[in-house]
């Protein structure tokens, strides 16, 4: 059974930045594509970035382009989230998915789901 354990969140001032990681366990993910969501308070869940299993491609929504960055390392079977620049209005909760193509979660969906990790930016 596959386990996927967010952690990085936090609170942090308007402008600042946090590094989310996600530690996936029970099989090998170094050939599945593996990203990240978030769901604000009333509103649904959305994509916000994926990387293909070669690192190679990666995908962001037009909303973090720029500020966040995405990353993994095969070796250990973690997936990163680099946020910069952060913004009250990126306050959720972040999950970290796992799917077997990375472009299946630009389309909101996924195979994987972790727990969340909430991340709070105060104005």
């Known amino acids: 059974q596959a386990q996927l354990v967010e952690s990085g969140g936090g609170l942090v001032q308007a402008g600042g930045s946090l590094r989310l990681s996600c530690a996936a366990s029970?099989?090998?993910?170094?050939?599945?594509?593996m990203g990240w969501f978030r769901q604000a308070p009333g509103k649904e869940r959305e994509f916000v970035a994926a990387i293909a299993w070669s690192g190679g491609i990666t995908y962001y929504a037009d909303s973090v382009k720029g500020r966040f960055t995405i990353s993994r390392d095969n070796a250990k079977n973690t997936v990163y989230l680099q946020m910069n620049s952060l913004r009250p209005e990126d306050t959720a909760v972040y999950y970290c998915a796992i799917d077997r193509f990375a472009s299946t979660m630009v389309g909101g969906t996924s195979a994987y789901w972790g727990q969340g990790t909430q991340v709070t930016v105060s104005s």
């Open positions: 029970g099989r090998t993910f170094s050939t599945y594509g």
